[in-house]
């Protein structure tokens, strides 16, 4: 996760796998035990935890069995909408429960079902997919008086996604005698998507959605001939004259197509670009959005949208008069200035709306806001109530006293149409521009073009949670991390999780749009936290960070529908799997297609976590992984290398030990990345002794080490290219630090604009070590 701490350099972001020895809220194991007991397996409170999806104890990041408090359990079943408040209530629940799935015609309201490849090569690289066949168990209920009727034959329809209906054939029903069930065996030739099986059996009817997914991502044909390498930078932080005193789209397709045409990269990974405040102030970071499922307006250039050429005088005048107010910050050093950005640029955009546009335009925006459906409404009505009534996390704030049908807001959104049309219509402008550039990088011969990043949540107070509550757990909880040994006391995102019944129950529908519309603009999806799809920490208010529990979600399911929108996309998914992350779930991913993630910082023999310990060689790697040798929750190579992640962490008061200790365990770590350098021939004996004399050799010693590994997918830092020193984030910091406002630097602190990057000696040298 990209907002955690790390304490100690020596070893990898924890991500939320683990927690350490020793905190509050814990019962620990004696001895060798590693299950819970039969008593308390037997316990009632526990029966319901496990029925309803929570885990009851967890083994930590030491292998120490823990178990989760009586009190949590109860808070967490809560936000679930289970009663665990009383013996009673337990009981009333588990019967509930019970009930419900004696009743259950289907097993599920949503049904994966996997294609295999060609001859059944479960790949899926070229050739029709075929399905294995696949059976479902149709329940018939008992009565307390009846046997099922086994003569009663139901009917089966299939719904396929463009409306074509299938209807069962008998011969693929076949009744189970002993429980007088049935047993649906599906058609092998269904299209991979998102359909719907009906279907009417002892007078109950039942519907599910039917996700026909690819078993494996396959690699696009352009990884698959051979290994493919590109760029990672911070959108916000690349200025040219033409910004707004921060990156932006336009930015963006010149970044990409620039990094094709002179670096030969084949990607360009950028921070998330999701949908933030309407106006300021601004969240600075990308990984708390309001909304996942639209963009980051601010990201947008006046001067790329259409109607701008067509401009009246006056009306171009004042917006070329709002972007020189802001346009001598491109050349500052200094952290960005994300608010007077966006208000001049704000001010600019309403005048550019309010031009006349072509009908060919209208008809452009009218398709963009059908295509986009209430979503859409949601957030512009959202966005007017923010700016009119005031943020939402103000005092006695309208967020908890409206809803999406309450009078007030279809008062608002009537007495305010020019506003909510205005934020409409950013979003289509923004969705142009992404597109554009996506576009451009293709244009200019990037294999895969944009790799997008897909936060872990969005902001409790956004408009996801306002306007569609039904789809997030009570409330009373957020998703973090239980204590690990790089933040002591657990951390807290603040971000509502998804409810698992929701997500069942609505076909996923959510998560399908959302992943849909990042495929839309890019040719990979990096998946932040990706851990959160099998599980995520639940914290219930008032318990603190350490006083959570683990809920599982249904990762068949969202890997299924990873699955179908990187197929239609021909893209490739990406997930962080940094940290300790449970080895079935990286055998899952992989076995699924997705890739992990491999850094060189993290990487030593046996994954150990000491500082010091020797890297593991190159080849040892993963191929089914993206390397880098970085990520953005570090230093800058250079700056890490002259332990720029010491002196930051022991002015802001963040160590957990004396500043010697932590000191002595950078150095540690460092050398051994010498080390390993030095023994596989990489870098002489005489540069890794004198580091400061040849930071631009290690660098690129180190990048010349991603070379070597077998991993499909390989990534240098911008600020690798440049040599910055400055982080662009420190974790476990809010203001203390500039997070995510630290502009392109070269190594002496100058600023980088965008049209000089791919100019620039030492990132040219850095692309010629990665073509090798």
Partial sequence: ????????????????????????????????????????????????????????????????????????????????????TSDEAIARSEAAIEEENSKRLL????????????????????????????????????????????????????????????????????PDFNS????????????????????????????????VAPRRIALPEAVRTRQRWGWMTQLYSVRSRDSWGVGDYGDLKRLAADAAAKSGADFMLINPVHAGAPIPPLEPSPYLPESRRFLNVTYIRPQDVPEYADLA??????????????????????????????????EALRLIFDAPRTPERDRAFGEFKRHAGPDLDAFAAWCVAFEVWGAPWEPDSWFWRTDRDSPEVKALVNEHH?????????????????????QAAKRSGMAMGLMLDMAVGVHALGVDAWWNPERFAGRGVTVGCPPDFYNQQGQDWGQPPFHPRYLEESGYRVYREMVHAMFAHAGAVRIDHILGLFRLWWIPRGKGARGGAYVTYDHEAMLAVL???????????????????????????????????????????????????????????????????????????????????????????????????FAASARAERQAMLDRLVEDGRLSAEAAADVPGHEQEIVEAMHAMLTATPSVLR??????????????????????????????QDASG?????DEVFADPRVLSLAKVMNN
Wanted: with cysteine.
């Fill in 107 to 174: 097993p599920s309201s949503t049904i994966v079902v996997m294609v295999d490849g060609p001859d059944g090569d479960s790949d899926g690289d070229s050739g029709a997919p075929t399905l294995s066949p696949t059976t479902i168990r149709l329940h018939c209920p008992e009565t307390a008086d009846t046997v099922p009727d086994t003569d009663e034959e139901p009917t089966v329809t299939i719904t396929l996604e463009d409306g074509i209906e299938l209807h069962s054939d008998p011969a693929d029903i076949l």
């Fill in 180 to 211: 007088g069930d049935r047993i649906l065996t599906l058609p092998t030739d269904l299209p991979i998507g998102y359909h719907t099986l009906h279907v009417e059996m002892a007078g109950q009817t039942a519907d599910a959605t039917l996700i």
């Fill in 313 to 346: 005088p006056a009306d171009r005048s004042r917006v070329d008069a709002l972007h020189a107010r802001v346009a001598d910050r491109n050349d500052d050093p200094n952290p960005l200035d994300l608010n007077a950005s966006w208000s001049a640029k704000r």
């Fill in 418 to 438: 020019y506003l909510f049309e205005f934020n409409r219509w950013l979003q289509w402008i923004a969705d142009e521009q992404l597109t554009a550039a996506q």
């Fill in 715 to 744: 990534q240098a830092a911008l600020v690798d290219g440049t040599g910055q020193h400055a982080s662009v984030n420190q974790p476990g910091t809010s203001d203390q630090y500039p997070n995510w406002r630290i502009p392109l």
């Fill in 1 to 84: 996760m990209s907002e955690q701490t790390i304490i100690n350099p020596a070893t990898p972001p924890a991500d939320d796998t683990q927690t350490m020895v020793g905190t509050a809220n814990r019962k620990e194991s004696t001895g060798n035990q590693r299950t819970e007991s039969a008593e308390r397996l037997a316990r009632p409170l526990i029966r319901l935890a496990k029925a309803s999806g929570v885990a009851t104890s967890y083994i930590d990041q030491l292998g120490t069995y823990v178990e989760i408090d009586d009190d949590v359990l109860v808070n967490v079943l809560g936000a679930l909408g289970v009663d665990a």
């Fill in 750 to 754: 100058r600023v980088v604009h965008t």
């Fill in 563 to 661: 699955a179908v929108e990187a197929t239609r996309a021909n893209g490739m998914v990406i997930g962080e799997d940094l940290g300790t992350v449970p080895d079935y779930v990286r055998r899952i991913l992989a076995d699924r297609g997705v890739l992990g993630t491999d850094v060189e910082w993290f990487a030593r023999v046996d994954d150990s976590p000491n500082a010091g310990d020797p890297y593991k060689p190159p080849t040892d790697y993963r191929r089914q992984a993206l390397a880098s040798v970085t990520t953005h929750d570090l230093p800058p190579t250079a700056g890490y290398l002259e332990f720029e992640h010491v002196q930051l962490r022991e002015r802001l008061h963040l160590l957990s030990e004396p500043a010697e200790v």
